[in-house]
């Protein structure tokens, strides 16, 4: 899945800050500064597809940092899929509708594949159809969702020729799934549409008019990786940090406040936990279901009976949240409660004590199987203790989750939050 074009306009400026640079002052900690130029850094960076540019640099700019604070660092390296991308859009007659070719990408070449559209699966095969599935309202994130667990079946049991997805979500736009790496999920080559682009493809649809798919571009599989980091002094007992950092896009929303409170407990860590080892871990192949992590839990993980503690910051941690308003969205102050706090039975009031007062955080809940992500693996695993954060905040796996999805305070004030419970957990608050 390839990200989008390029638009500086949205890049390195976070939302409510001054475009000048900052200057500490009595009402910016030396916490807000840091992750302040840390989000911004990380939105600098661009698109995070796994073992792209973006991906890339910001594992060296990570590594760097470890490096810093005294961490022994390793790239554990594997193959994710890619997609450099040409010309992408369901074209009807003189109209062409642009959209994202859903990735692993199946490409089609510059001709494309043509075809009558139909309107959701035909009954019986379709005979080279394009099917157009107009998805209900949710904030969409992967092919494994529950509405959407038997459609690759289906589509391929039609005998369609492609497959135009319209991601009804919370802002109009198009939203990238999630799916395993090993291949294309639905067999055809797969254009996700915007809904907000969608009014001619749907009534093209129901008049059963003909159209031409085209996902051109480079598809194949490049070398990703994940880096991890380690203090081994020598006393058996591990703890664990791991953050994402791919994703389909610039990913500022949804990646940028994990990494950043992720950089800001490395040095505490490694100062604070003497009675710990510690291991820490920023894995790609995120966006092909958890790909690097699955890599790191079978291969360079600790064993779950050396493991103190396992702390997973996820998707959506501290994303801005929006109003819908008769003139669009609007940028609240305040982070989107779309997000859910998980852990261990035996850490639940612990975490409720510590992230009291944080919408979506108040009231964690127990390891189960409403788990998502990478702490899903995680808990799966059997690390007997272990908590994290996971959320869709509204411009999740969109083009447009930029800089305006973030501000620094918000992040800022999980950081002694995650301190407290990190040390509860251990026995040494």
């Not at 589509?155 to 736009?173: D, K, M, Y």
């Not at 406040?257 to 860590?269: K, S």
């Not at 839990?297 to 941690?317: F, Q, S």
Request: proline share 8%.
């Amino acid at each position: 899945m390839a990200a989008g074009p390029s638009d500086p306009t949205r890049r390195g400026v976070v939302a409510g800050a001054a475009a000048a640079p900052l200057a500490a002052g009595p009402a910016l900690s030396q916490d807000l500064i840091s992750i302040r130029t840390d989000l911004e850094t990380w939105v600098a960076m661009g698109d995070k597809a796994s073992g792209g540019t973006g991906d890339t640099d910001s594992g060296a700019w990570m590594e760097s940092r470890l490096k810093r604070f005294g961490y022994r660092t390793q790239r554990q390296v594997f193959d994710a899929p890619f997609h450099r991308p040409g010309v992408v859009a369901l074209t009807l007659g003189k109209t062409s509708v642009q959209g994202v070719a859903q990735g692993p990408a199946e490409v089609t070449g510059p001709g494309g594949v043509t075809g009558a559209l139909t309107w959701g699966i035909p009954a019986s095969p379709s005979g080279g159809a394009l099917v157009v599935m107009d998805l209900p309202a949710r904030r969409w994130s992967s092919v494994r969702q529950a509405e959407l667990r038997d459609l690759p079946d289906r589509v391929r049991a039609s005998g369609a020729a492609g497959l135009i997805l319209v991601t009804n979500g919370p802002t109009g736009e198009a939203i990238a799934l999630n799916a395993p790496a090993e291949a294309p999920p639905f067999g055809v080559p797969t254009l996700v549409l915007a809904p907000k682009d969608a009014g001619p493809v749907l009534a093209a649809a129901r008049e059963g008019r003909a159209a031409r798919l085209v996902i051109d571009g480079e598809a194949g599989r490049r070398p990703a990786f994940n880096l991890i980091g380690r203090i081994d002094r020598g006393k058996g007992r591990t703890v664990v940090l791991s953050t994402p950092r791919s994703g389909w896009f610039t990913c500022a929303g949804e990646r940028g406040p994990g990494v950043a409170l992720w950089l800001a407990l490395l040095p505490w860590m490694a100062s604070r936990l003497k009675n710990h080892d510690i291991v820490v871990i920023t894995a790609s192949g995120h966006e092909y279901e958890n790909l690097g992590a699955e890599r790191f839990l079978h291969g360079e993980a600790p064993d779950p009976k050396r493991t103190a503690l396992w702390v997973h910051l996820g998707a959506g941690i501290a994303a801005r949240d929006w109003a819908q308003t008769p003139q669009g969205l609007q940028p609240l102050d305040r982070p989107d409660p779309a997000r859910v706090l998980m852990g261990s039975a035996h850490l639940i009031e612990m975490l409720k004590e510590s992230f009291a007062g944080e919408a979506g955080l108040e009231a964690p809940l127990p390891a189960g199987p409403a788990a998502a992500g990478e702490l899903a693996e995680i808990l799966k695993a059997g690390y007997p203790a272990a908590f994290g954060v996971f959320g869709a905040h509204r411009f999740h796996h969109t083009l447009l989750d930029d800089a305006r999805c973030l501000d620094p305070a918000f992040v800022e004030r999980l950081l002694p939050r995650f301190q407290a419970v990190i040390l509860k957990a251990l026995g040494e608050a």
